[in-house]
């Protein structure tokens, strides 16, 4: 595997909105790239003052809420970057009076503990910021990385051990899946496990686990409860955690009150198939896994998501089914209307649109994608250009 760091297409995005007296507030797991992805903007950015939030000394320097105290620390640079920004108390109104005081000043502030940093800066910094999501590397963006031929050759591996940046940079297998297990033991749970409001702490693993298993099926919040002893807001509490520090994400059920639609229903996906199979400790290769098709939907919907946020788009996910067992994986709704997708691996038999969601929503585009055509799906060319 090539040494070269992997090029984020979300730089481009910060970049854009640099020098206009905002906050930018970049959010995502640890070990996403967020450290990277700063250091490769302030190489790029003359003026920039860069500090660790989780350094005490940075702490103890902003605790002194003055503008004045600010302007002499901030003195002529023109960009500020605060990194684990979510370590400083109080650092949403830190942030609000130097945006305010400071005029032409840049604020980008980076956390991994995305509902932590966003709960002390969303009400002061309404209408001063703006967020960004990181997420691991997306096929668009590996696009300026490697060849298409090398994107067609590392997929079978890919939905086994996804593409966090490290993972995609060590060479060997087991290396790779060490690093998975290490990940998810000592860092991507590290901001949930240490919340106040977390009393069965281990239970948090045992609902992944839960949920790992049940990729492509509707999550039954109550029947979760029962297997792990909690109660059904409990569940749905931890779920809302997890899909705040982006390694789960929902999707809900599309309708529009036709008869026998499945209108409350909800599936949940993990943000890479790595994290997925650390959690379920299974890392066998494709060849030989029963769960090909879940690993197939999982990657297809994430890669989904990750281009719309990079493409900024107002696109909504959903899935589709009907009490007759009728079903669609991905419903897009979009300013364009509908759109329909079936995820199948192999594009041996061709997929046939369900009569009853042909039926009520007459000329909705519906597609199959498969490992043959899955790369125009999902390569945009608009993003694997840096403008």
Known sequence: MKATLIPRLLAHLIRKRLGQNKV???FGTRRVGKTYLIQELAKAHPGVLIMNGEDFDVQSLLANRSAASYSRIIGSHKLLIIDEAQAIPEIGYILKLMIDSQPGLAILASGSSAFDLQNRTGEPLTGRSWNYLLYPPAVCELANWETPLETIKALPHRLITG???????????????????????????KDILVYEGIKNAHKIMALLRLVAW??????????????????RATIESYL????????????????TNHRKEVTKGAKWYFMDNGIRN????DFKPLELRNDKGQLWEN???SERKKQHAL???????????????????LVEVGETGLQAFEFKYSAEKPAKVPAAFASAYLGVPY?????????????????????
């Open 240 to 255: 809302d955690l997890l899909a705040k520090v982006s390694i789960l994400f929902k999707l809900p059920a599309y309708s």
């Open 24 to 26: 930018l507030l970049l």
């Open 311 to 329: 493409q900024q788009s107002n696109v909504e996910m959903y899935f589709w089914r009907n009490y007759n067992q009728q079903e669609i994986d």
């Open 163 to 189: 593409a966090y940046p490290e993972v995609l940079l060590l060479a060997d297998a087991e290396e790779q899946k060490e690093y998975l297990r290490e990940l998810i033991q000592s860092y991507l749970l």
């Open 299 to 301: 990657f297809l919907i």
């Open 214 to 231: 049940q990729i492509g099926g509707e999550v039954s919040y109550q029947e979760l409860g029962k297997q792990l002893g909690l109660s």
């Open 278 to 281: 650390a959690v379920i400790n």
């Open 367 to 387: 597609h199959l994608v498969h490992n043959q055509n899955y790369m125009d799906w999902l390569i945009d060319e608009n993003l694997t250009e840096f403008q």
